[in-house]
């Protein structure tokens, strides 16, 4: 008999017994030595908590604002790549979830539902995430149909110049179904002879040539607000407030294209003091624990997104699956709050967590 999941972790090898391995490889791989991948993970684990105790916690308020909406707890669902390959249902099923549990999913680009489909699923806040195409024409297309759908902001998604080496999808010679998104506006291979077919479109699709100044460009077209994903130091923070954009997401690709990036726990400090709190700054990467979203927020998160864990959660059982996923991160959080003084999401601060790097000065 399948094991009863109490932790997000264990939704994962639930997927693996649910999946073809194709797609369970696709799912949890990482680029080449999967290094940044452990370490999106570990990196979480080296920092402590401080908790300070003797604090009313009989109430704990988990709820939070992003870009002006509120939803039940700072954890939402981060684009990722279709959702059918992981359930019939795909990206509706997903949505639900989050509507059910009152968060915001961000659809990737790359659905396979379409972003219609999603719209008119459920009445769950949603962001649309978005690739540049070398075709701008398509992604135009996009943004204008996410707008219309009543999508609330647009996820500039900068990390994907070309596509990472996932080596086991080039083992697996992984294939992809055509992306419905795309019917009667473009088509590309997603099959491949030799290797990854993912790659393969990657690299005949995106616009490797786009640029800072090239936001520009997004802006003329679109009156939604714009999250650049993909940011992993003040350098880069400081070019995304120049560029005018309305957040930025810290995040490595789920350690899926440049191995050896730093874990992105470990880089949050550094951009969200260059954005000097101008502008929100999320996460993803590596959040399998409450504590991990508790850590987060202590070193300046206003959110975190999930990503393989609602995969995971998807894969096993549907819909209710991924709602699960949210719901044991919300009541691992709100423990965690309440095991650490802090009754309220604004309680929660930089004292509350100590880093390898300050536990190794104190030792000096
Ligand atoms: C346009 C091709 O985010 C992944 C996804 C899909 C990236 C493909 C982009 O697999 O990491």
Redo the contacts with the bound molecule.
Sequence with gaps: MAIEPVNVMEFQQLAREALPKMYYDFYAGGAEDEFSLKENMEAFRRITLRPRVLVDVSRINMSTNILGYRISAPIMIAP??MHKLAHPQGEVATAKAAAASNTIMVL?F?STCTVEEVASSCNAVRFFQL?VYKRRDVTAALVDRAERLGYKALVLTVD?PR?GRREADIRNKMVAPQLKNFDGLFSAELESDSGSA?EA??NQ??DASFQWKDIAWLKSITNLPILVKGVLTGEDAIKALEAGVSGIVVSN??A?QLDYSPATISVLEEVVHATKGKIPVLIDGGVRRGTDVFKALALGAQAVLVGRPVIFGLAAKGEAGVRQVIETLKTELELTMALSGCPTLKDITRKHVKTEKERLLSML
Excluded: K
């Design positions: 990722t790549a990737s790359m690739y994907v596509l993912l479109y990657a699709t995106l690709h789920g899926r």
